[in-house]
């Protein structure tokens, strides 16, 4: 099975940097997916991880650490429309099936 | 925008009913994955298809069950429909089922059972 393990809320004031990240368990790794969801809306894509690195896109930055199952997203500059649920999801090397973590919801303030 | 499409917006239907739920994939992907999120959660894989066979399917029972057309859209059936099916439910479209292929949302379907 998988094990996908993300903190279940986080909050921020504007302007700032936050780090939110992402543990798993799994057998057949096969990359790492951050989307964003905002309340009652679809999931949208945000970044992808294969190899270990950061991969920078903007204000969005997500890093890979596959030999410790671990990866987190960072968030420059924060603004108040950032507040949304990321989600962490990892697909196996069957198929291209992703298994989601919990999301992570995350709140910015003034 | 993803042109992910999925119809209708949101279902009531009671305990025991039945339910379609469609989906239309962007343009040029032969891949459609549903996925159900419950309130608070993540999503969770139900099938995918590709080139309309089933390809992969995650810890639903029989009662969820699925097509996908020459066109590369689909349905999401449920049978004997339970309270606990109340969610969201989610397709995701990607151009195929390979390495590095995102897969692409659409808005869902908000099904409440009662």
């Known amino acids: 099975g998988q094990n996908i393990d993300q903190p279940t809320e986080m909050t921020a004031t504007e302007g700032a940097i936050v780090q939110i990240n992402c543990t798993y368990q799994?057998?057949?790794?096969?990359?790492l997916f951050w989307y964003q969801q905002h309340a009652g809306e679809a999931p949208t894509f945000l970044s992808y991880?294969?190899?270990?690195g950061l991969e920078e896109k903007g204000r969005f930055s997500s890093f890979l650490s596959r030999s410790k199952g671990y990866s987190y997203l960072l968030l420059k500059e924060l603004q108040m429309k950032d507040s949304a649920s990321y989600l962490c999801?990892?697909?196996?090397?069957?198929?291209?099936?992703?298994?989601f973590g919990g999301g992570t919801r995350l709140m910015v303030k003034p | 925008e993803t042109g992910v499409t999925q119809s209708p917006t949101h279902l009531i239907k009671t305990r025991g009913q039945q339910v379609t739920l469609r989906c239309s994939s962007q343009?040029?992907?032969?891949?459609v994955s549903w996925y159900q999120q419950a309130l608070g959660q993540g999503p969770q894989f139900i099938f995918q298809?590709?080139?309309?066979?089933?390809?992969g399917r995650g810890n639903f029972p029989p009662r969820f069950s699925g097509l996908q057309f020459p066109n590369y859209s689909s349905e999401l059936n449920v049978n004997a429909l339970e309270l606990d099916d109340s969610a969201l439910y989610l397709c995701?479209?990607?151009?195929?089922?390979?390495?590095?292929?995102?897969?692409?949302f659409g808005p869902g379907t908000r099904l409440l059972v009662l």
């Open positions: 799994t057998s057949g790794f096969n990359g």
């Open positions: 991880n294969v190899l270990d």
């Open positions: 343009s040029g992907h032969n891949t």
């Open positions: 298809y590709y080139r309309e066979e089933e390809n």
């Open positions: 999801a990892v697909r196996k090397n069957a198929g291209n099936m992703l298994t």
């Open positions: 995701a479209s990607s151009k195929t089922t390979g390495p590095g292929e995102t897969q692409y």
